[in-house]
């Protein structure tokens, strides 16, 4: 592996998760892995667990961690040919040199307008640095994607399933702020890679981007969609065709203890209760949400040692 920011430059995810299973029995077997080894984790927005599970992972291994909100750097400028005569000082061409120089590994998160689809899809700011980083670059969320967050739900999923080819349905719900599809994105590349029987349940107008749905099954009808599920994965996501647009926040899409069945309820959090999902549903024993939270540790740890290995 080279970068990581898809799903897919995982060659084996089945192995992937086996591993990442076994790094949790024995978290510290890899500490040598990363001696002297340093990741550097770059923040365009907010993080609570991509932050801290990600230093743990590195830790893990004996990595040495540096962090830095991007805001309190100097603002980049990612356009090639630019007059920088405006508000931005320093060029990406640089930084990313610069900031190789001092890790081994450059982590960065980096969330979409919502407002320019074009844009967000060409990946500015990730593919920036995959372009003149000289070191491994991994997503830690970016404009489409989020895909340490769907390795977390594969390998979650995995442990949690009792049956061998489980139920699994994505649904849309309700949230006030208009989201990125970065999450959704990342778990429907991800379920496609799986044994499972995956639905994705939404309001019409907010159709995901087809490229990445492709054949997967979408049904209009939430009740009918959740019927019989092993797992309901809820997710809020703004409208892709009428881009970064709310177009509904329908409460009736809320997931209730009447919708969730016996099903396992699952969501990469934060998560605003009693809007997304009642307080009845995260508080009982069928939420895995904080379990969930826990394994972004060991996909992380996976994904760290194996861009160590291949250094
Ligand atoms: N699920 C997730 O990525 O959480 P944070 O935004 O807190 O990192």
Excluded at 86 to 102: F, G, L, N
Excluded at 175 to 198: G, Y
Excluded at 230 to 237: C, L, S, V
Excluded at 244 to 270: N, R, V, Y
Aim: proline content about 4%; charged content about 25%.
């Amino acid at each position: 592996m080279k970068h990581y920011t898809q799903i897919q430059d995982i060659t084996n995810l089945k192995q992937a998760i086996k591993e990442a299973i076994l790094l949790k029995l024995d978290p510290f077997k890899d500490q040598g892995i990363g001696k002297n080894k340093t990741l550097m984790m770059l923040f365009f927005n907010s993080s609570l667990r991509t932050r801290l599970s990600t230093e743990k992972a590195a830790t893990n291994l004996g990595m040495n961690v540096m962090s830095m909100n991007i805001s309190n750097a100097w603002k980049l400028e990612f356009e090639d040919g630019t007059v920088m005569d405006m508000d931005t000082t320093e060029h990406i061409k640089e930084a990313a040199q610069v900031i190789s120089q001092y890790a081994d590994i450059i982590a960065i998160r980096a969330f979409p307008t919502l407002e320019d689809k074009i844009k967000d899809e060409s990946e500015l700011i990730l593919n920036s640095f995959k372009t003149y980083a000289t070191v491994p670059v991994v997503s830690l969320e970016s404009a489409t994607g989020h895909p340490l967050q769907s390795l977390t739900d594969a390998i979650t999923i995995t442990e949690y399933k009792e049956n061998p080819k489980p139920k699994v349905v994505l649904t849309w719900a309700p949230h006030p702020k208009a989201l990125p599809q970065a999450v959704a994105n990342s778990f429907i590349e991800t379920m496609q890679l799986m044994d499972v029987d995956f639905t994705i349940t939404h309001p019409e107008g907010y159709e995901l981007n087809p490229k990445i749905v492709k054949h997967t099954q979408v049904n209009y009808n939430q009740d009918e969609a959740l019927k019989d599920a092993d797992f309901i994965y809820a997710k809020n996501w703004s409208s892709y065709q009428d881009y970064g647009q709310i177009l509904s926040e329908d409460e009736s899409w809320k997931i209730t203890k009447d919708k969730l069945g016996k099903a396992k309820f699952m969501h990469c959090l934060p998560v605003r209760r009693n809007v997304v999902v009642d307080d009845d549903v995260l508080d009982s024993d069928q939420s895995i949400v904080i379990q969930q939270a826990n394994n972004r540790t060991f996909a992380a740890q996976y994904i760290l040692k194996n861009l160590l290995e291949n250094l």
